[in-house]
């Protein structure tokens, strides 16, 4: 027999339906949660509301706040924490680049008694990462903060390389303008500001970001997105001949990618350029195994070869 207040118990129904809709198909029209005065406006009683939790149907995760039983775990402990989503967690459910952070950022409106915006270590679970809103944008989202807060967040608090990717994906992803971007890192502490000038939203991926990155600071010159008749668009073109490529895993982990790969490396190899590849693993964890072939390649000369 179905639990008391499930459709099926004779008189119940109502309690967890008005007309055709299912309080878990309202939920889930808007991202899973939801406030009680949200769910009365949309025709579910209080009472109603009570019965499903007790009945297992949904849950109550804090005061006022009813969830899918299903509920993502980390949305539900930053409103258990009282807030939302924000800085690299907030982005990640934008589909921004956050490399390997796996924390989980909870974020709140700024009070009274706050310094200045920043991040607040709160000692509770050591992955978790509290911030205050910096960006004066307020949303009523239960789930995450704005797009640009998030940036905003991930600017104060994080390295500049891994800013920039989150920036630059953010642009590439269509989430935030360059405009919107450029005008948000103006608005910064001049220390943060002066990274605009490494954004570039073209970025397939934040590895390339940080390659490029690393050769802005070393002042390599390069053209980036280059196309070559013949060969294709190649991440980085150094001098004439020298092709620097980042191979993520998407794209490149596949027999047929790396297949592709192979039929690009000989074709370029035969007009005189020489292709050099950096892997996740390469980029993130080992920049050596990339960066002193790239060196010992250009202290050779090897970038001014000439190419047909």
Known sequence: MPPPGVDGCPGTGILTRV??????????????VATRPQLVARGFSGYGLTRAVRAGIIQRIRRSRYALNDLDSTLK???????????????????????LDDRIHISWRSHGNVAKPARVIFGTRPE?????HVAAEVSDSLLAV??????????????????????????????????DVRELFRSMPREIAEWERFIDGRSDSGLESMVRIWLIDRGIPFIF???????????????????????????????????????RNTRAAARGYITLRARYRMVMFAPHEWQRPLLEHLARGDHKRRVT
């Open 128 to 132: 978790v990462l509290h911030h205050w």
């Open 225 to 263: 997105h280059k196309r070559i008749p013949g060969i294709g668009e190649v991440d980085f073109l150094i001098g004439r001949s020298l092709v620097f490529e980042t191979d993520g895993g998407q794209f490149h982990d596949s027999a047929r990618d790396a297949e592709r790969d192979a039929v």
């Open 77 to 99: 402990l930053a409103i258990q924490h009282g807030g939302v989503l924000g800085s690299l967690s907030a982005a990640r459910l934008y589909g921004l680049w956050v490399g």
């Open 19 to 32: 007309g055709s809709r299912d309080i878990t198909a309202v939920l889930a029209g808007v991202g899973g």
């Open 146 to 179: 704005t797009p640009r807060e998030a940036l905003a967040q991930v600017l104060r608090t994080e390295s500049r390389q891994l800013a920039v990717a989150c920036a630059d994906s953010a642009i590439r992803q269509g989430v935030l303008s360059d405009r």
